[in-house]
């Protein structure tokens, strides 16, 4: 599910209305080990307490396993603000987060094309 592309956090004209980082309560690091290329995937299991907005728009991207790097761009924040966010939904355990597996290393060319072409089609 993209992020809504009117509302309170973006304006077509005005751009983002909400500074990203006001979204995380000014926090920087998260408190899970994610990067670019983990994958996150919701487990079921129902936040308890208040998360806002952003995280629902999160968590709603985890239905399957979905990279950092692609949630980052479906919310349209900055990398380091969506860890934040994803570090918080797996403290509280509604979703889960694991490292790539790569079949031969992470440097194949197989590999490096297929990013290529993905990013080709998405300009």
Do not use: N
């Amino acid at each position: 599910m993209p992020a809504p592309k009117d509302g309170p956090w973006l304006d077509d004209a005005a751009g983002r209305l909400i500074r990203p980082y006001s979204v995380i309560g000014g926090r920087t690091r998260p408190t899970a080990t994610l990067d670019l290329l983990s994958l996150v995937m919701a487990t079921g299991t129902v936040p308890q307490g208040a998360l806002g907005p952003e995280h629902a728009l999160a968590l709603g991207l985890c239905g399957g396993p979905t990279s950092v790097a692609e949630i980052s761009a479906h919310l349209r924040l900055p990398a380091v603000v969506t860890k934040v966010l994803l570090s918080d939904l797996v403290d509280c355990g509604a979703v889960t987060a694991r490292a790539p597996r790569f079949q031969d290393s992470p440097t194949d060319r197989s590999l490096l094309e297929a990013v290529l072409d993905g990013l080709r089609r998405r300009l």
